[in-house]
């Protein structure tokens, strides 16, 4: 199970100290937290689309995430930014980038 982070200053902590990585659709902070959970943070910007497609790949976002979730060690601060190419791409798609992206931050046990 993993917690939502909803504070600015929460997301500007995980930018600053966080480590990023990128694939075509994604890119990913990742930031110890010190605890025994994830905390996972969306972030899609007006760039991506109007209101109900940014919303719509929050939700793909989320949701591949929370099926997921098995899979990332706990203990990390994530937080998961929209790229303008995650406009029309199929939920599978969200998905892989997703588990390639924890893979590749070393946080995906295979």
Do not use: P, W
Not at 25 to 46: H, Q
Not at 93 to 103: D, R, Y
């Amino acid at each position: 199970m993993f917690i939502h982070i909803k504070k600015n200053s929460d997301f500007q902590r995980v930018y600053k100290n966080g480590k990023s990585l990128a694939n075509r659709y994604l890119v990913m902070y990742v930031m110890n937290n010190n605890s025994n959970e994830n905390r996972v943070g969306i972030s899609v910007s007006k760039k991506v689309g109007n209101s109900v497609t940014r919303h719509r790949i929050t939700r793909l976002i989320r949701e591949s995430f929370r099926l997921n979730d098995n899979l990332f060690e706990n203990g990390y601060d994530i937080v998961i930014i929209a790229r303008v190419s995650a406009k029309g791409k199929s939920f599978e798609e969200i998905c892989s980038a997703i588990i390639h992206l924890g893979k590749i931050h070393n946080i995906v046990s295979d």
